[in-house]
């Protein structure tokens, strides 16, 4: 199983003072981060591929920022080069939700994964995403 997550931030308003950072955990996709307020909660089914995915958002939005993370399930864990052509949709449906453009990527690891960071920009407004597959925990024996 691969979990796509991407951790996106829309940055404006610099030199805004700082409501106090919340730390965070959302167990139905899997991570903890710490946003400048506490994030709210959107899900929405995409069909990428013709396959129906749940997509769950979580979104902080402040005067000065506007910070989310974005998780998906796959069923399927993709394998060799099809991890980097996952990334790459992952970015690209990221810069059309948007309604901008990629306007650089790097590939990248995290946690001994493969990953993609791009900038997606469009007419005033821009933002960083990176997209990285979440791999399941080991099973364990009891």
């Known amino acids: 199983m691969l ?4 951790a996106v931030g829309l940055l404006g308003g ?9 730390a965070f955990s959302a167990k139905d996709a899997d991570f ?3 946003f400048p307020v506490k994030p709210d ?5 995409a069909t990428p591929s013709g396959a129906s995915v749940d997509v769950i958002t979580y979104r902080a939005l402040t005067n000065g920022e506007d910070i989310g993370v974005v998780f ?16 790459d949709a992952a970015i690209d449906a990221e810069a059309v939700d948007f309604s901008g453009s990629v306007s650089s990527r790097v590939t990248a690891t995290v946690g001994g994964h493969p990953a993609e960071d791009a900038v997606i920009s469009r007419s005033g407004a821009s933002f960083r995403s990176r997209a990285f597959p979440r791999t399941p925990p080991a099973p364990r024996t009891l």
Do not use: F
């Open 3 to 6: 979990a796509l997550a991407l």
């Open 14 to 22: 610099c030199g805004r003072a700082r409501p106090a950072a919340v």
């Open 32 to 34: 903890r981060a710490v």
């Open 41 to 45: 909660r959107s899900i929405r089914t």
């Open 72 to 87: 998906t399930h796959s069923a399927t864990a993709p394998a060799g080069s099809d991890i980097q052509k996952a990334l």
